[in-house]
């Protein structure tokens, strides 16, 4: 059974302050996804990373790919309360199925 | 420009009831997939099709369940006989032939008494 675990779990930061969340499986990924979920909608994506080492910039949010494409992180900078939401990765093992598991999702709240 | 419409947005069912969720994927898209989501958890996979066509139903238990993505109208996830245990979110994407971006639906949200 492929895993994806993703730490921590539960964030509770001040508005302003820096964090990282973490991705890992003991698998392989061809690619790997970053998405945030609101309460009551569905995931919405925000990032795909592809090659090993990779480091992709979203406004405030750096998402980087482990060189061995077995982890990932995604730091934010300054965060806001806008920020708040569950997080979640999905990797797909198999490039081309399309087949995306995903973690267990780490849910931050960013307090004013 | 409509995104992936799912419906009913909230279904209520008692043991033993049949439900049916409906998934409209986005304009030009061939591909669906099914997620279902427990509370405070992340997304499950269930099922993956194409037009007409089963790719990958890996995560679908092997009774009650059954999904559909026929050639007319919308993909079809089936529950028979539902359990509380059933009692989810479930959420349908979609994604054009040939990309790895999916689009997700706002989900269904089923409660079983």
């Known amino acids: 059974t492929q895993l994806l675990e993703q730490s921590p779990q539960f964030l509770s930061i001040q508005e302003g302050e820096n964090l990282t969340v973490y991705c890992n499986s003991s698998?392989?990924?061809?690619?790997l996804q970053w998405y945030r979920q609101e309460p009551g909608e569905g995931p919405v994506l925000l990032v795909t990373v592809v090659t090993g080492g990779e480091v992709k910039k979203l406004k405030r949010l750096t998402f980087q790919f482990g060189d061995a494409r077995k982890d990932s992180s995604l730091h934010i900078t300054a965060a806001q309360p806008g920020d708040t939401g569950l997080y979640l990765c999905a990797g797909e093992w198999t490039s081309g199925t399309y087949k995306y598991i995903f973690g267990t999702g780490t849910r931050l709240k960013v307090l004013a | 420009n409509a995104g992936v419409m799912q419906n009913p947005r909230h279904l209520v069912r008692r043991r033993g009831q049949e439900a049916r969720l409906r998934c409209s994927p986005m304009k030009g898209h061939s591909h669906v997939y099914w997620y279902r989501q427990l509370p405070e958890e992340g997304l499950k996979f269930m099922v993956y099709?194409?037009?007409?066509?089963?790719?990958?139903e890996s995560g679908m238990p092997k009774e009650r369940f059954s999904a559909e993505f026929p050639k007319e109208g919308p993909s079809i996830l089936r529950i028979q006989q539902v359990v509380r245990g059933d009692s989810a979110a479930y959420f349908c994407a979609s994604s054009a032939r040939g990309t790895g971006e999916l689009f997700f639906g706002e989900g269904s949200r089923l409660t079983v008494l």
């Open positions: 698998s392989v990924f061809s690619s």
């Open positions: 099709l194409q037009k007409e066509n089963i790719i990958d």
